[in-house]
């Protein structure tokens, strides 16, 4: 089975962009959850989709949002980006049923 | 509020060794528990996961130490080999059975085996 695949694996923004990462789940997988991680706050839970609804988010805020289509294939959005947005965003899936994560190789973002 | 601390913040040890990574959690509402190891550049993969009506489980050279009464849980790789160097993170989150896909991390560990 093929794994977790995200897309792009490397983006360039200035502040006050707006970026938009996709992120292919594990074939049968319902639920794609997104998380940021950088050295200094490590790996933070931004949001998690199951069947095209937002059943859980973090503390981030509403510059940050996703979405989740028929297939299972999630987006998420950043919008007027920041200096402190540049991070590792990876993207992780699950059956729905049961509550092992399998990430992807995340999108490495930089904000100029 | 960090919910699950985990120690040390970096680990050196010889091949052949045992590597020991340590954390702790505050809401006793987690009930799953699985660890991470993440090499540079990759995403973080699975390694083990345990719950909490569970004291031990093996897998292989890992083992996942649990007391439930002191809320701490550790990873233990035996043998240790020089492949073994990555990141690890230990993690917690409630709704075992799949209702809650949000994972609180610990900080990570920093492990090197030495050759």
């Known amino acids: 089975k093929a794994g977790v695949t995200q897309t792009p694996r490397y983006l360039i923004k200035t502040r006050g962009q707006q970026v938009t990462l996709s992120c292919s789940p594990i074939s049968g997988h319902r639920s794609v959850s997104w998380y940021q991680q950088t050295p200094g706050q490590g790996l933070q839970f931004l949001f998690e989709y199951f069947s095209e609804t937002q059943r859980n988010k973090g503390n981030f805020p509403g510059r940050f949002s996703g979405r989740q289509f028929s297939n299972s294939r999630s987006e998420m959005n950043v919008s007027t980006l920041e200096l402190g947005d540049s991070a590792l965003y990876l993207c992780?899936?699950?059956?729905?049923?049961?509550?092992?994560?399998?990430f992807g190789p995340g999108t490495r973002l930089t904000v100029l | 509020q960090q919910q699950v601390k985990q120690s040390p913040q970096s680990l050196i040890v010889q091949k052949g060794g045992i590597s020991i990574i340590n954390c702790a959690y505050e809401n006793t509402a987690f009930d799953y528990f699985p660890w991470y190891q993440q090499f540079p550049g990759k995403g973080p993969a699975l390694l083990i996961a345990?719950?909490?009506?569970?004291s031990e489980k093996k897998e292989g050279r890992f083992t996942i130490s649990f007391n439930k009464s002191a809320k701490q849980f550790s990873l233990h790789i035996m043998d240790s080999q020089p492949g073994d160097s990555a990141t690890y993170f230990c993690a917690a989150s409630k709704g075992y059975g799949g209702s809650q896909g949000n994972l609180i991390f610990g900080k990570g560990t920093k492990l090197s085996v030495k050759p």
């Open positions: 345990i719950r909490p009506d569970v």
């Open positions: 992780a899936s699950r059956t729905g049923a049961h509550n092992e994560q399998f």
